[in-house]
């Protein structure tokens, strides 16, 4: 169903043809980009972009053999990678080359330049189109366990590559006492923890210490008491259902959000929660998506907000509207709003401890 607005008769003699062509240009690489995105999910998928990492010079039919697909399918979806430069394309030999600047990008989670676990987001956004545009009509919410299944998996995947190559080496010990604490033995609490990748990479890395991870989905706390299983890390790490305002921990020694705060509904109630369970000298922690204070900022200094909004506007406002209070931070709230947040929480001492390309680390004390 369409909207009531009757689309405007536009008088194609009064404009700029240029400037109408220009912006065409722009749109339809807007297009062709999201066309990709469903490329890249399949590729990534049925293993093409693995097999092409290893090859080298490749034809359509020994990449098929390789990967153990159908050569015609593989071959029309190697063309479309070569049109937007995914690929490079030798017709002497009509060979197709992956390379490796561009498979530490696409071909492995192990990069620390790898992006294709987002791919995933863009499909989930598109199947629930629908059901936001209702949104849009009616002003509410949807829950973060009413996404699309690949939204998950690609919040998982994508969030860890950024956890892996900063969380122990550089956001740490940016932290006040925090990792002496975690060396000696500390506890920790996350708040909304998904899959639990953080809560994981800090229990390999800080054995001493015990770690209890909440969050409201049942199924991503299922997914996360895997993990922990498959990692040999479950007599340190647990994950529970339950809610940023229930949780009944006391005398904690640090409490972690990791991309998740802007999500909820009451970002000050759980703030003021986590004050209430944290110890006298405990530790707050806000990993949140990197932001201006205001939009212009953002639009001019964080490359990936076109896609960092798209994200914003698909799930993390719907999930906080779909929440008592509904605050509806969003994901480019900016160290202001998070500040004045954590102000009106209790916090006595708020500041910012590290950024990298895509996160705001910003730490709180009840302590003055």
């Not at 479309?80 to 430069?85: I, K, L, M, R, S």
């Not at 992956?98 to 199947?127: F, K, Q």
């Not at 949780?247 to 904690?252: A, I």
Request: hydrophobic fraction near 45%; charge should be negative.
């Amino acid at each position: 169903m369409t909207g009531t607005i009757e689309p405007k008769t536009i008088d194609m003699s009064t404009i700029d043809m240029s400037r109408v062509g220009e912006f065409a240009q722009q749109v339809g690489g807007m297009l062709a980009g999201g066309a990709t995105a469903a490329m890249m999910v399949l590729g990534d998928r049925v293993g093409l972009y693995a097999a092409l990492a290893e090859a080298g010079p490749v034809a359509s039919t020994e990449l098929a053999e390789r990967a153990g697909l159908a050569e015609r399918y593989v071959r029309e979806w190697l063309s479309q990678q070569a049109a937007v430069g995914f690929v490079l394309y030798s017709p002497e030999g009509e060979t197709f080359t992956l390379p490796p600047e561009h498979a530490a990008v696409l071909a492995t989670d192990d990069s620390p330049a790898s992006m294709i676990g987002a791919a995933p987001t863009i499909t989930g956004m598109h199947r629930r189109i629908d059901q936001l545009a209702e949104a849009f009509r009616t002003g509410g919410g949807i829950p973060w366990g009413e996404q699309d299944p690949t939204t998950f998996e690609a919040a998982e995947r994508f969030f860890r590559v950024g956890y892996r190559n900063n969380l122990v080496s550089e956001w740490i010990p940016a932290l006040t006492g925090v990792e002496d604490k975690l060396r000696q033995g500390a506890r920790v609490i996350d708040v909304g923890c998904g899959h639990g990748a953080p809560m994981l990479l800090l229990a390999e890395a800080f054995p001493r210490s015990t770690f209890v991870g909440y969050d409201a989905h049942a199924g991503s706390v299922a997914v996360a008491r895997q993990r922990a299983a498959e990692a040999g890390l479950a007599d340190r790490v647990r994950f529970e259902v339950g809610h940023c305002h229930g949780y009944p921990d006391e005398g904690v020694d640090v409490i972690t959000f990791f991309d998740a705060f802007h999500d909820l509904g009451d970002p000050v109630g759980a703030a003021a929660h986590a004050r209430r369970a944290l110890a006298d000298d405990g530790t707050l922690v806000l990993v949140e998506p990197r932001a201006g204070d205001d939009l212009a900022t953002t639009l001019a200094t964080v490359p990936l907000a076109p896609i960092s909004l798209a994200a914003s506007t698909f799930m993390c406002t719907p999930n906080s509207l779909s929440q008592p209070v509904g605050l509806a931070l969003g994901a480019s709230a900016g160290q202001r709003t998070l500040r004045e947040v954590l102000e009106q929480a209790g916090f006595a001492t708020i500041r910012l401890a590290a950024e990298s390309d895509f996160n705001t680390v910003m730490e709180a004390s009840p302590a003055p």
